[in-house]
């Protein structure tokens, strides 16, 4: 037994002994502030109200109740997981699949609009323990009687305030009452407004409610203020990113018109940026989301919306374009810098009548907030922003077979590129996404779509 026998090692709950082990292996040693408080209570088979935010380990925390109690001898949907969004859906999906790999035979399905129907009923007919989806598909499935969700013992609703505001809340009642009345219920959400209150009045039994404080570390964030006009706030986000020039950038707008022209403004300064808001189409979000993850891009232009769930391991810097009238937003948007031990870097720009929501985020922190001068900044000599890699879209992906090995043997084996110039590689059903050094990306294009991966010549394009 190790010495951490205290309440926040993970060997202090009753798990069992595979699972524990498994735990170990993947690095899983003292239990974050949201496991601590929220795994006893999810044990025991309580329902459960979490405010908790992206990045705080709350996959775990409810991946771990689901699995306790899951009996893989038996085919039947025993978890579902409810989130807003398809990137969501296939992080917490690899966190379950990671989490289970101590028991034998577990079965773990994503179901998310913009794949295919079939695939997935198919997966379905032969049975699945865990789901993992978004509630429009959910839906679909259960109008055509391709899901049975009454043996779920476990409900999560995951992110529930932003399932709200995308306005599936009627689905996700919908969902909830093809479930078996027996099940335990989970409630996830990163901020707790009335209608979420409302919400889990009428969905979950006598539940528990934790809040985990969602301060950052105040050493952890270097936060820095800047006043500007409402005028040459976008010429101030370029100056921001010449001066402090990080790899990788999320600069966070309020509207979707502020996010294309602000994209278009810095395009236009050859500064590699692309724009997420909603309007996007599920296949642009996702070659959008690629390109940033690859440094392919290094700002990502976003609405509060298009960017929850996001889950990006290393990001330079978040520039709040403009402030969030909103504390627990403002707070959500700068804990997505100066993760995983790194410094975070966050800036935001105000203009005079702002000022009364600054006010407000430094009353919340408890802390003055810090003030620089915009026009004191100067660029760093001669960097470019340009983004260091281009992405190629290869017209072939698991369905022909690929392989992330096969392409990186193609581009170092056959081609000559260095392991350096080969970054990402993202398979996905029909299309792969390889991210290139940009010196040596149309080069590589022309060789390697006239040499034979996997016995065979495939089209591709350059993503620009």
């Given at each position: 037994?190790?010495?951490?026998?205290?309440?926040?090692?993970?060997?202090?709950?009753?798990?069992?002994?595979?699972?524990?082990?498994?735990?170990?292996?993947?690095?899983?040693?003292?239990?974050?502030?949201?496991?601590?408080?929220?795994?006893?209570?999810?044990?025991?088979?309580?329902?459960?109200?979490?405010?908790?935010?992206?990045?705080?380990?709350?996959?775990?925390?409810?991946?771990?109740?689901?699995?306790?109690?899951?009996?893989?001898?038996?085919?039947?949907?025993?978890?579902?997981?409810?989130?807003?969004?398809?990137?969501?859906?296939?992080?917490?999906?690899?966190?379950?699949?990671?989490?289970?790999?101590?028991?034998?035979?577990?079965?773990?399905?994503?179901?998310?609009?913009?794949?295919?129907?079939?695939?997935?009923?198919?997966?379905?007919?032969?049975?699945?323990?865990?789901?993992?989806?978004?509630?429009?598909?959910?839906?679909?499935?259960?109008?055509?009687?391709?899901?049975?969700?009454?043996?779920?013992?476990?409900?999560?609703?995951?992110?529930?305030?932003?399932?709200?505001?995308?306005?599936?809340?009627?689905?996700?009642?919908?969902?909830?009452?093809?479930?078996?009345?027996?099940?335990?219920?989970?409630?996830?959400?990163?901020?707790?407004?009335?209608?979420?209150?409302?919400?889990?009045?009428?969905?979950?039994?006598?539940?528990?409610?934790?809040?985990?404080?969602?301060?950052?570390?105040?050493?952890?964030?270097?936060?820095?203020?800047?006043?500007?006009?409402?005028e040459e706030r976008n010429e101030a986000v370029a100056r921001l990113l010449h001066h402090y020039q990080p790899i990788s950038t999320i600069a966070f707008c309020n509207t979707k018109i502020h996010c294309r022209e602000l994209t278009e403004e810095l395009q236009a300064q050859g500064i590699s940026a692309l724009a997420l808001?909603?309007?996007?189409?599920?296949?642009?979000?996702?070659?959008?989301?690629?390109?940033?993850a690859n440094q392919s891009c290094s700002v990502l232009v976003a609405t509060d919306v298009a960017a929850r769930g996001l889950d990006i391991q290393t990001l330079g810097a978040v520039i709040n374009v403009d402030v969030s009238k909103d504390t627990e937003v403002h707070i959500h948007r700068i804990g997505r810098t100066g993760?995983?031990?790194?410094?975070?870097?966050?800036?935001?720009?105000?203009?005079?009548?702002?000022?009364?929501?600054?006010?407000?985020?430094?009353?919340?922190?408890?802390?003055?907030?810090?003030?620089?001068?915009?026009?004191?900044?100067?660029?760093?000599?001669?960097?470019?922003?340009?983004?260091?890699?281009?992405?190629?879209?290869?017209?072939?992906?698991?369905?022909?077979?690929?392989?992330?090995?096969?392409?990186?043997?193609?581009?170092?084996?056959?081609?000559?590129?260095?392991?350096?110039?080969?970054?990402?590689?993202?398979?996905?059903?029909?299309?792969?996404?390889?991210?290139?050094?940009?010196?040596?990306?149309?080069?590589?294009?022309?060789?390697?779509?006239?040499?034979?991966?996997?016995?065979?010549?495939?089209?591709?394009?350059?993503?620009?």
């Amino acid at each position: 037994m190790s010495s951490m026998s205290d309440s926040t090692a993970f060997n202090s709950l009753p798990l069992s002994p595979a699972i524990l082990a498994n735990l170990e292996s993947l690095g899983y040693q003292t239990m974050t502030a949201i496991q601590a408080e929220s795994l006893p209570i999810v044990l025991q088979q309580r329902d459960l109200i979490a405010q908790a935010k992206t990045g705080s380990g709350k996959t775990a925390a409810f991946g771990l109740g689901i699995l306790a109690k899951l009996n893989p001898t038996y085919f039947a949907v025993q978890g579902l997981v409810i989130c807003p969004t398809r990137e969501l859906a296939d992080q917490v999906a690899n966190e379950l699949r990671r989490l289970a790999r101590a028991i034998e035979n577990v079965k773990i399905l994503t179901l998310c609009g913009g794949t295919a129907m079939r695939p997935q009923i198919a997966s379905l007919e032969h049975g699945a323990h865990i789901v993992v989806g978004t509630p429009g598909r959910l839906i679909d499935h259960i109008s055509r009687g391709t899901i049975k969700l009454n043996s779920v013992q476990t409900l999560v609703l995951d992110e529930a305030d932003r399932m709200v505001d995308m306005g599936f809340y009627d689905d996700i009642y919908t969902i909830v009452e093809a479930c078996s009345p027996r099940r335990q219920t989970l409630l996830f959400s990163a901020t707790y407004p009335d209608n979420i209150r409302k919400a889990s009045e009428q969905l979950l039994r006598d539940p528990v409610e934790i809040k985990v404080e969602s301060q950052h570390a105040a050493n952890h964030i270097e936060q820095l203020f800047y006043l500007v006009t409402p005028e040459e706030r976008n010429e101030a986000v370029a100056r921001l990113l010449h001066h402090y020039q990080p790899i990788s950038t999320i600069a966070f707008c309020n509207t979707k018109i502020h996010c294309r022209e602000l994209t278009e403004e810095l395009q236009a300064q050859g500064i590699s940026a692309l724009a997420l808001h909603g309007d996007l189409e599920q296949r642009d979000r996702d070659e959008v989301l690629i390109r940033f993850a690859n440094q392919s891009c290094s700002v990502l232009v976003a609405t509060d919306v298009a960017a929850r769930g996001l889950d990006i391991q290393t990001l330079g810097a978040v520039i709040n374009v403009d402030v969030s009238k909103d504390t627990e937003v403002h707070i959500h948007r700068i804990g997505r810098t100066g993760r995983a031990g790194e410094k975070g870097l966050a800036l935001s720009l105000a203009t005079p009548n702002e000022k009364k929501w600054v006010k407000l985020i430094a009353e919340y922190q408890g802390e003055a907030v810090t003030w620089a001068d915009i026009n004191a900044l100067e660029a760093a000599p001669d960097q470019t922003l340009q983004a260091p890699m281009t992405t190629v879209c290869i017209f072939g992906g698991k369905k022909d077979k690929l392989r992330p090995g096969d392409l990186l043997g193609a581009l170092t084996a056959d081609i000559g590129l260095k392991k350096e110039q080969v970054g990402k590689i993202n398979v996905s059903e029909f299309s792969t996404y390889v991210a290139i050094d940009r010196h040596v990306a149309r080069n590589t294009v022309d060789k390697l779509s006239r040499t034979n991966i996997k016995g065979r010549q495939f089209k591709m394009r350059i993503i620009d």
